[in-house]
């Protein structure tokens, strides 16, 4: 079965921190960029960060930057989320994607088509 | 970074009307266009991607169009399990953003 599961999350304190996982199974994980995208209580989605197939290539949201830091571990068929200087606007469900690529008349799209259930965090 | 902007917000409709979004993007994006669709506690999931390429096991009562700058979201006969909030999200280029969301209610 394809699915992405998370874990780790939590309440913390203001300035704290906290390590999201995500364990895939039932695709090549090795072989995809993955990601997290988070949903603040009551309102919309926040893409938060990506990474590539090796983990040589990482982007951030503005949001986030220099603060939150993912990374994956491909033995593990796992990605991670670490997340330091916590604030409140943090608080938020997070979920973790598969970023998959699509090729269509010789440009390149991509489409979050996996997702895990989500994990909490609360910064309080 | 770029901004996306959903219109309406929120509509409401009956089974069997026709339902559009749109979604404007503040500079140009191509194609580069996904639509998701969430519905209360669960996960979003992916409807369309490439602007108008429907994503395997969805509808065809689904169906996206535009390039550029904007986009429109299509359902061609509502169904009851259609009532969810829909996001329009650029994959051109970082920061990925979405649209802020289009609550579709029962009317």
Redesign the interface.
């Known amino acids: 079965e394809v699915q992405l599961v998370e874990s780790g999350g939590g309440l913390v304190q203001p300035g704290g921190s906290l390590r999201l996982s995500c364990v895939a199974s039932g695709f090549s994980f090795s072989s995809d960029w993955m990601g997290w995208v988070r949903q603040a209580p009551g309102k919309g989605l926040e893409w938060v960060a990506n990474i590539k197939y090796d983990g040589s290539e990482k982007n951030y949201a503005d949001s986030v930057k220099g603060r939150l830091t993912i990374s994956r571990d491909n033995a593990k068929n796992s990605v991670y989320l670490q997340m330091n200087s916590l604030r409140g606007e943090d608080t938020a469900v997070y979920y973790c994607v598969r970023d998959n690529t699509y090729s269509q008349s010789g440009a390149w799209f991509d489409a979050f088509d996996i997702w895990g259930q989500g994990t909490t965090v609360t910064v309080s | 970074?770029i901004q996306m902007t959903q219109s309406p917000s929120s509509l409401s409709a009956s089974v069997g009307d026709r339902v559009t979004i749109s979604c404007r993007a503040s500079q140009a994006i191509?194609?580069?266009l996904?639509w998701?669709q969430?519905k209360p506690g669960q996960?979003?999931?992916?409807l369309i991607?490439?602007a108008s390429?429907l994503?395997s096991g969805v509808p065809s009562r689904f169906s996206g169009s535009g390039s550029g700058t904007d986009f429109t979201l299509t359902i061609s006969s509502l169904q009851s399990e259609d009532f969810a909030t829909y996001?329009c999200?650029q994959?051109y280029n970082?920061?990925?953003?979405?649209?802020?969301?289009t609550k579709v209610e029962v009317k």
């Open positions: 970074a191509r194609s580069d996904g998701y969430q996960a979003p999931k992916v991607y490439a390429t994503q996001y999200l994959d970082y920061p990925r953003t979405f649209g802020q969301g």
